[in-house]
């Protein structure tokens, strides 16, 4: 049963689409979300989905409105047809393995938590081991957290955790400056920062540092990129060693990525309103209402800042995961979808093949992207493998 607790917008809206015999109760043959999301709701395990009452009478309002709206009611044999399409989604939705049928995502404790890489209070990530044949050196995989540049923390990344680790590749999550705390390009420089820690200590926790891997959702996807395409920042006369090491990566694994935060390209590739996007104003620290006044030496940190701006020929092979259509209706459906839209990753993948650099972007247009998606770091680990030589 739904309990009350969980009557919230989602599930409300879950029910209006899936709930097609409008019997007020969903089963497993109507949800067309993931199996493991049904069992995980299904508190009492009685294989049915129930709304509470406040949630129930939100749903018969949002049904009301939308038949004032929509006309004539559905036939009772139209409505037969559609209950059947929505068993035969559910049902391909959940084709496929044990992984995808099943369990939920286990949060996995890191192996060293809070780990500092500078003196920020954010400066801090948290390391995930695998085990290796022989304690042998292992590749790695860093992970930024996304929130738009204002929230967000490195636990989050502790659900993506255990693919990695159980295929011998060392994970690691970190936290960075938020735009409040500081602007633009101190979150980058501070990313920067945690890749050149982690080499100066490769050693310690048995990692590789000629095979490290980087990736992101949303905000730390940019922040992934930046660091992959940008030159290599090491700086061989640095009087601390931290700084003399390489930050140029193996390989980029992206999420609902942005390649650009200048609001001119946004605004020229995204349809709708992303370009307008409080994070970027409070990243780069404009106005919408002042972007006439930008001064020539903001224009270039934004342009700084773009990872599209600094791909070429050497940088790393990428692979981009979204949840959304490339549809352009999409990204004009509100900022949000606009600001994750494949837009991004399809207008880096064009440089990238004008380059030579291998890259490719996942989008979600049917069912079977769909289970796709939801599998994304089976793909991803096979992905890392590769560029790891480990296969």
Not at 145 to 150: A, E
Not at 187 to 197: G, I, T
Not at 311 to 339: C, H, W
Not at 368 to 389: G, I, M, T
Request: hydrophobic residues 35%.
């Amino acid at each position: 049963m739904l309990l009350a607790q969980s009557g919230t917008d989602r599930f409300i809206t879950r029910m209006k689409n899936d709930d097609i015999n409008g019997d007020g109760k969903l089963t497993l043959d109507e949800f067309t979300g993931p199996q493991r999301l049904f069992e995980r709701l299904d508190e009492d395990g009685d294989g049915v989905l129930v709304l509470s009452d406040d949630a129930a009478q939100r749903l018969k309002n949002l049904r009301a409105k939308a038949s004032d709206q929509s006309g004539p009611a559905i036939g009772s044999a139209d409505r037969q047809r559609m209950m059947e399409t929505i068993q035969s989604r559910a049902a391909n939705l959940r084709q496929g393995d044990a992984a995808m049928r099943g369990e939920l995502r286990e949060r996995r404790d890191p192996d060293h938590r809070d780990v500092r890489y500078g003196e920020h209070e954010r400066h801090v990530l948290d390391i995930y081991l695998a085990k290796t044949e022989n304690n042998e050196p292992a590749p790695c995989m860093i992970w930024i957290h996304g929130g738009g540049f204002r929230r967000g923390d490195k636990s989050e990344g502790s659900l993506f955790a255990r693919p990695f680790v159980e295929n011998g590749i060392h994970y690691v999550t970190l936290n960075y400056r938020l735009s409040q705390q500081s602007l633009a390009p101190a979150c980058f420089h501070d990313c920067a920062h945690a890749v050149q820690f982690l080499r100066q200590n490769a050693e310690k926790w048995n990692i590789d540092k000629s095979r490290i891997a980087i990736g992101g959702g949303s905000a730390g996807s940019g922040l992934a990129q930046w660091i992959a395409y940008s030159p290599d920042r090491a700086d061989p006369t640095a009087a601390d060693p931290m700084l003399r090491q390489s930050t140029r990566v193996s390989a980029v694994v992206l999420l609902n990525a942005q390649t650009s935060y200048d609001f001119r390209w946004v605004k020229k590739h995204i349809p709708g309103d992303a370009w307008m996007g409080d994070g970027l104003q409070q990243l780069f620290g404009y106005t919408i209402e002042d972007i006439d006044k930008i001064e020539d030496e903001q224009f270039r940190t934004i342009q700084e800042c773009s990872p599209i701006t600094h791909l070429s020929e050497d940088d790393p092979p990428t692979v981009f995961y979204y949840r959304r259509s490339k549809d352009p209706e999409i990204a004009m459906q509100n900022a949000m979808d606009g600001i994750h839209h494949p837009f991004f990753g399809i207008e880096l993948k064009k440089r990238a093949d004008e380059l030579g650099v291998p890259c490719d972007v996942f989008t979600v247009e049917t069912t079977k992207d769909r289970l796709f998606y939801n599998r994304r770091w089976d793909h991803a680990v096979k992905f890392l493998k590769k560029h790891f030589e480990m296969e």
